[in-house]
């Protein structure tokens, strides 16, 4: 009997080896649990490696370990556009408050949309054109120098208004901040060439007095991009300065009273370049 027990005991065992060999599925009376065959997890992992962008070290570089992932594949097309508003009210400010009589107002608007295509991972060329409008308005201000009354300065009832054009080819590389492709961070070089028109208000009164400007330069434009949605991206970015040559010229009429040329170098926080924006991804 001992025998044939054993026999009995090594046929179970060799069943339910087969069994679990065959089967796909595990079923417990609340869940089922899938097991993925062995060629889909492959599949995934090639995927997932192919996300990762390596960068090879070169020369005394120390390889730190630190990988970008893919966020924007090669020949990828990219359509969208930005916008900025700053708004400054003397009401808001404790600085301006130390003018006396200070009633004054400034606000700046800006649409600018872009069109570009990857070259190759996470880089991108593109063009975009821009549209910006600035409207300055002085109720009253008074300033009075020192103790004298003979010094001093009085003006209300003045508006400026500036719209200027602008076209730039522009350079954005992305740094990809996790595999799934959701979250980024951005450069973007643009190569900028400007020109606008100034016009001045005086009592209600406009002047026959203009500026004519035209500006061009290289700024940059960092910033940080998210996906929302699989083909839509949201995107908000700051300017940090950049260099400038910049060209005024003062009309009186037909006849050019004086003008000016300055080429500037500034590299700071700007924070009334501040953009938000909507990216397309075609």
Same mark, same amino acid.
């Given at each position: ?13 060799? %069943?339910? &080896? ?15 649990? @899938? ?32 990988? /970008? ?11 969208? &556009? ?20 200070? /009633?004054?107002? *400034? ?20 063009a975009r054109f821009a549209y910006q409008m600035i409207r300055g308005k002085v109720d009253n201000v008074s300033i009075q120098a020192g103790d004298n009354e003979d010094y001093t300065f009085t003006l209300?009832?003045?508006?400026? !208004? ?6 730039? !080819? ?9 595999l799934q492709g959701r979250f980024a961070l951005y450069n973007e070089t643009r190569v900028e060439f400007a020109f606008g028109h100034n016009q001045f208000n005086f009592g209600g009164e406009t002047l ?15 910033? @940080?991009?998210? *996906? ?47 953009? %938000? ?6």
């Amino acid at each position: 009997m001992r025998f044939i027990e054993k026999i009995t005991y090594l046929i179970l065992i060799a %069943l339910f &080896a087969a069994t679990t060999a065959n089967a796909t599925t595990t079923t417990s009376e609340a869940d089922s649990v @899938v097991v993925a065959p062995a060629k889909e997890i492959k599949a995934q992992m090639i995927d997932s490696a192919a996300r990762i962008i390596r960068v090879p070290s070169e020369g005394a570089r120390i390889n730190r370990g630190i990988y /970008q992932y893919l966020f924007i594949p090669k020949g990828q097309m990219l359509a969208g &556009a930005t916008l900025s508003y700053a708004h400054l009210d003397s009401d808001d400010s404790q600085f301006l408050l130390m003018i006396d009589g200070l /009633q004054a107002e *400034c606000s700046m608007t800006r649409i600018s949309p872009f069109f570009g295509v990857s070259y190759a991972k996470n880089q991108v060329l593109g063009a975009r054109f821009a549209y910006q409008m600035i409207r300055g308005k002085v109720d009253n201000v008074s300033i009075q120098a020192g103790d004298n009354e003979d010094y001093t300065f009085t003006l209300s009832n003045v508006d400026l !208004l500036q719209r200027s054009y602008a076209g730039a !080819l522009f350079h954005r590389a992305y740094i990809g901040l996790d595999l799934q492709g959701r979250f980024a961070l951005y450069n973007e070089t643009r190569v900028e060439f400007a020109f606008g028109h100034n016009q001045f208000n005086f009592g209600g009164e406009t002047l026959n007095q203009y500026t004519k400007n035209r500006q061009v330069g290289i700024t940059f434009h960092p910033g @940080v991009a998210v *996906c929302i949605m699989n083909n839509v991206s949201m995107h908000a970015s700051v300017g940090i300065g950049g260099v400038r040559l910049s060209d005024s010229r003062v009309f009186d009429g037909e006849q050019m009273l004086g003008k000016r040329t300055a080429l500037n170098a500034n590299f700071r926080l700007n924070l009334l370049d501040i953009s %938000l924006g909507i990216t397309l991804h075609l």
